[in-house]
């Protein structure tokens, strides 16, 4: 089975911090994503990318940025925590065109900025 | 733009039941269709995904529907346990976007 790893299940961390949530995925798949989840709000794509080195913006790419250095891994940062920012993370990917295998998700990040 | 919907938004059932939940969306150019579950404070576990040109898939006690042309999906569960107790989120891959817009989910408690 694919495997999706996201690195911390519980974050904690102070308003103004540099945060690095990472996602690994054991199957060579081509495209990953991440999204956060808020109640009443759903799922809201923040970046994606459909190769190494390669990132493109979500639908709320504000305070956050990504890389993607290896294909096995792609890297959430929140350049500088607020408190808006606490949510669900949750990573995916997905081998090839996303329309013909559909997406496998990580087990999630539940982030608190104090 | 693409906009998805659940019904019902909340479902309470003995164990036991079948159950349907509906999944409609706006726009009918999509390439496939994935239904999911979600324990409270986990990731999404993929259960069924139907391509565009397939009416049902079937896994065990799950059977999921798409009628692309009306804008429609069903996840029909068969006999409830007290483990299918989770959120159900169905998630068309909109051609016309080119991404995949997720609904606001459905949450299921099975009564023992």
């Known amino acids: 089975d694919v495997k999706v790893t996201q690195s911390s299940r519980y974050l904690v961390k102070r308003t103004g911090e540099k945060v690095f949530l990472e996602c690994v995925q054991d199957?060579?798949?081509?495209?990953m994503f991440w999204y956060r989840q808020d109640p009443g709000l759903g799922l809201r794509l923040i970046y994606f990318?459909?190769?190494?080195?390669?990132?493109e913006k979500g639908d709320i790419p504000e305070g956050y940025s990504v890389s993607r250095e290896k294909k096995e891994r792609f890297s959430l940062i929140l350049e500088s925590a607020s408190t808006n920012q606490t949510s669900m993370y949750l990573c995916?990917?997905?081998?090839?065109?996303?329309?013909?295998?559909?997406?496998?998700f990580g087990s999630g990040t539940r982030l608190t900025v104090v | 733009k693409q906009e998805v919907t659940q019904i019902p938004a909340a479902l309470s059932v003995p164990e036991g039941e079948n159950l349907v939940l509906n999944c409609s969306f706006t726009?009918?150019?999509?390439?496939?269709l994935q239904w999911f579950r979600q324990d409270p404070g986990k990731g999404l576990t993929s259960l069924l995904l139907?391509?565009?040109?397939?009416r049902e898939q079937t896994s065990g006690r799950l059977n999921a529907s798409l009628d692309k042309s009306s804008g429609r999906s069903t996840l029909y569960i068969a006999a409830s346990q007290p483990g299918d107790s989770a959120t159900y989120l169905c998630?068309?891959?909109?051609?016309?976007?080119?991404?995949?817009?997720f609904g606001p989910g459905t949450s299921l408690s099975v009564i023992p």
């Open positions: 995916a990917s997905s081998i090839g065109g996303p329309a013909a295998y559909g997406y496998t």
């Open positions: 199957m060579d798949h081509e495209n």
């Open positions: 990318s459909y190769d190494v080195k390669m990132k």
């Open positions: 726009d009918s150019a999509i390439y496939n």
């Open positions: 139907i391509q565009s040109s397939q």
């Open positions: 998630a068309p891959f909109s051609a016309s976007y080119d991404k995949v817009i």
